[in-house]
């Protein structure tokens, strides 16, 4: 809805990044929405990201290929919740002509199928078919057990979820081959300025994570 948060801008999000870089030594991933914020947004991030719905945006997927191979990065296109996990051929074909021969960058990110009104589904085959395409596949189990829209605490004013499903989805779908998870998780989900209802409390990731682990090295032997 208007009323919801929607993060505190381009430059102070880039600042904010760049302090946890600093601070803790890691990479950090983060959303493009605009083919102009593409260059600005992979000085920061490792991985930038292409949100579900603009996945199909010629001129946004290209730009973001543009900004990961001048520094060495990935772009992690989500794949729409109306797209066809053998249709994301045509994401990586348009990142191809920018890489030419060189390493393609794209990492295909699973994150649920619209179902009906208000829900999402996870078709865990469309992981191999993706996988297919000769790319890394993410699964984001945090945004797919979202309710979109349908949160019965605020009338509908903004997206509710489900996220007692995270760890049941992210462990289905490292089981089903995928290379690694996108999660989300705060110290006090309830109070999240978003995805409340879908991210997890932050003590659960350190188990959580072994347990995805421990399956991912199982399928991987087998």
Request: charge should be negative.
């Amino acid at each position: 809805s208007i009323n919801s948060y929607r993060g505190p801008g381009l430059d102070e999000g880039l600042r904010i990044l760049a302090d946890v870089k600093a601070e803790f030594g890691v990479p950090v991933v983060t959303d493009y929405h605009t083919p102009e914020q593409a260059a600005p947004v992979a000085e920061v991030a490792e991985i930038v990201q292409v949100p579900a719905f603009l996945c199909r945006q010629t001129d946004l997927v290209v730009a973001g290929a543009q900004a990961v191979m001048a520094r060495g990065g990935w772009l992690h296109v989500k794949k729409a919740q109306f797209l066809a996990p053998w249709d994301c051929k045509n994401i990586v074909t348009k990142v191809a002509e920018v890489t030419g021969d060189k390493r393609n960058p794209t990492i295909l990110c699973e994150r649920g199928a619209s179902f009906g009104y208000n829900n999402l589904v996870v078709d865990m085959l469309g992981i191999p078919a993706m996988k297919a395409l000769d790319v890394p596949v993410t699964i984001d189990a945090t945004h797919a057990v979202q309710l979109p829209g349908a949160d019965p605490r605020t009338s509908g004013g903004s997206t509710g979820g489900r996220r007692e499903g995270v760890s049941i989805i992210a462990q289905s779908a490292i089981a089903a081959g995928a290379d690694g998870v996108f999660l989300e998780f705060h110290e006090e989900p309830d109070k999240a300025l978003c995805d409340g209802p879908s991210c997890l409390d932050l003590q659960t990731a350190e188990p959580l994570l072994a347990r995805l682990k421990a399956i991912h090295e199982i399928v991987s032997k087998a």
